[in-house]
């Protein structure tokens, strides 16, 4: 079974920066992409930044220039370094990915993390 398990939320002032990291386990022949998504109380789910394995990224217009993802192939590992924070950054902070697991018969599937609080107050 894969698994996805977050870690680096917190508390941070305005103005200031935090680093989350997500570590894929299980039987994983190859992942195809990894993304960070978040989620305010009373909004939808929505998409922060991308990146694929070659090292293409996308992001949301909102954390453009504060936000950078990246990822280590070899550990299965991706972080979101996130610095100018706002308190409009706020969110549960959810890693996802799209993986080959073993013995998939080349097939894919998306499995998300249980998530990680952000919280940006004074």
């Known amino acids: 079974q894969v698994r996805l398990v977050e870690s680096g939320g917190g508390l941070v002032q305005p103005g200031g920066s935090l680093k989350l990291s997500c570590a894929a386990s299980?039987?994983?022949?190859?992942?195809?992409?990894m993304a960070w998504y978040r989620q305010a109380p009373g909004t939808e789910r929505e998409l922060v930044a991308q990146?694929?394995?070659?090292?293409?990224?996308n992001y949301a217009d909102s954390v453009k220039g504060r936000f950078t993802i990246s990822r280590d192939n070899a550990r299965n590992t991706m972080s979101l370094q996130m610095n100018s924070l706002k308190p409009e950054d706020t969110a549960v902070y959810y890693c996802?990915?799209?993986?080959?697991?073993?013995?998939?018969?080349?097939?894919?599937?998306?499995?998300w993390g249980q998530g990680t609080q952000v919280t940006v107050s004074s």
């Open positions: 996802n990915a799209n993986v080959r697991p073993a013995r998939s018969r080349d097939v894919n599937f998306v499995y």
């Open positions: 990146i694929i394995t070659e090292g293409t990224t």
């Open positions: 299980g039987s994983i022949f190859r992942i195809n992409s």
